[in-house]
């Protein structure tokens, strides 16, 4: 008897996967396309046996770290920022790659507050004090007391003292 025996190949689709991480505001070609969002994402391609290749794509949008605060120094102070001696009001930024590889950023508003002052005149007679700054005067002078305003900068009071001779 004649058998007649046929062979038959079974070709397998295949498939692979890929993960990538992105730093937001970056993008991911894939496909032939330009990706910005996470997501899972396909691409099918032919493999060598004429069968059909999944590509998985499992892509992650990792954050930037941004920071704001605020400080305030007193006119003629400066302020340490970034390794950089600041003494202007004003909005500064540093930025650095953080752990994910992705950028960190700090931003500072720098507000300058100003001293303030008071002149104050006041008159005694010869023989009265006059208490000030802790102290009790009698002699005429200027005399001066450095106190803090409310916005932590220097108030200087200028005292002018006069003693007025007595008349008769």
Known sequence: TD???V????NVPTGSSQNQSICSG???????STLTNAGVYYDTLVN???CDSVITLTLTVLQ???TFFSASICSGETYQFSGTELATAGTYSDTVTNTAGCYAITTLTLAVNQPTGSSLNASICPGQTYPFNGNTLIAPGVYYDTLTNAAGCDSIVTLNLTVTPVTN
């Open 26 to 32: 970056q993008s991911y070609v894939f496909n032939g």
């Open 48 to 50: 060598e046996a004429g």
């Open 64 to 66: 930037n770290d941004n």
């Open 3 to 5: 058998t007649d025996s």
């Open 7 to 10: 062979t038959i190949q079974v």
